[in-house]
């Protein structure tokens, strides 16, 4: 087990999202998972039925103790909430996690609808956490959300990562899956420097046949954990994306197929059966 993932995201009853998708991909490829908890929620694949979040000062705390014993590689976020979470998180990445890059996936929405992040702390996300990334990973409703403008068209996804990438991560990987289409695209913007290694450009674009099924609670929770594993573990950022798209894909083909709505990925298929 190499690399150390310290996931600060909401937890999810129903095991697909969240710290449990979190948890989950960050172990199926080997490395170690720690967590701090920003939120209970009661929900299954048809939705979030009830959030009861954990106060801003023990989200930090957990934070604090985390990595003032164990420490981090990588740091990933999720959903957060309110401003005032937000606000705290930062605060103690500034002050104690500023060697780990900080992957964060800007958990707006539920895959059923349900609001996750306050709309009055997009704001607060903007000017406190975007500019201490390595890498945002929004969807596209997301990145509409964080740019204001309708993204329609894989050109209109390159305009908006280069918007994004000017709030201040060092990369983004908008995700191109609720666009329309057999081929889903993502597309890849780095800053100039280290961390644009291997794009032509600053840009890389990562195509891949759609896979039709309803397996997809949890994906973007999933794949960002999965690339902050790959950062921990010291793979540089292309390959990192480039290995979670694959345990990603795979965990959707492979799919167990439970509950009656937006069903979980099958996070294991990475292991072995145990002798």
């Known amino acids: 087990m190499k690399g150390r993932v310290l996931i600060v995201a909401g937890s999810d009853s129903g095991g697909g999202a969240g710290i449990q998708a979190d948890l ?8 170690f998972g720690a967590t701090a908890i920003t939120a209970l929620t009661a929900q299954n694949t048809r939705g979030v039925d009830a959030v009861f979040p954990v106060p801003p000062d023990f989200i930090g705390r957990q934070m604090e103790v985390v ?16 401003a005032e979470v937000i606000d705290e998180v930062a605060r103690v990445y500034e002050r104690l996690g500023r060697g780990a890059p900080l992957v964060v996936d800007p958990v707006m929405v539920a895959k059923g609808g349900a609001r996750l992040l306050k709309p009055e702390a997009e704001g607060a996300l903007r000017a406190r956490l975007l500019p201490l990334a390595a890498l945002l990973t929004p969807n596209i409703p997301e990145a509409e959300a964080l740019t204001g403008v309708v ?95 694959r345990y990603l894909r795979e ?25």
């Open 24 to 31: 989950k991909a960050v172990t199926a490829l080997d490395a």
């Open 67 to 82: 990595l003032d014993d164990i420490g981090a590689d990588a740091i990933k976020t999720g959903m957060l909430h309110s």
């Open 151 to 245: 993204i329609d068209s894989v050109d209109a996804m390159r305009g908006a990562a280069a918007q994004l990438l000017a709030m201040g991560p060092r990369a983004v990987l908008l995700k191109g899956g609720h666009l329309p289409g057999a081929t889903v695209v993502d597309v890849l913007r780095a800053a100039p420097g280290p961390g644009a290694s291997g794009l032509p450009e600053g840009e890389l674009l990562f195509e891949d046949a759609r896979i039709e099924t309803r397996a997809t609670h949890g994906t973007g929770c999933t794949l960002a954990s999965a690339i902050a594993a790959g950062l921990a573990q010291g793979l540089a950022l292309v390959p990192s994306i480039g290995r979670a798209r």
């Open 251 to 275: 965990a959707m083909r492979s799919a167990p197929g439970l509950g009656q709505g937006h069903g979980p990925l099958n996070h294991a298929h990475t292991a072995r059966p145990f002798p």
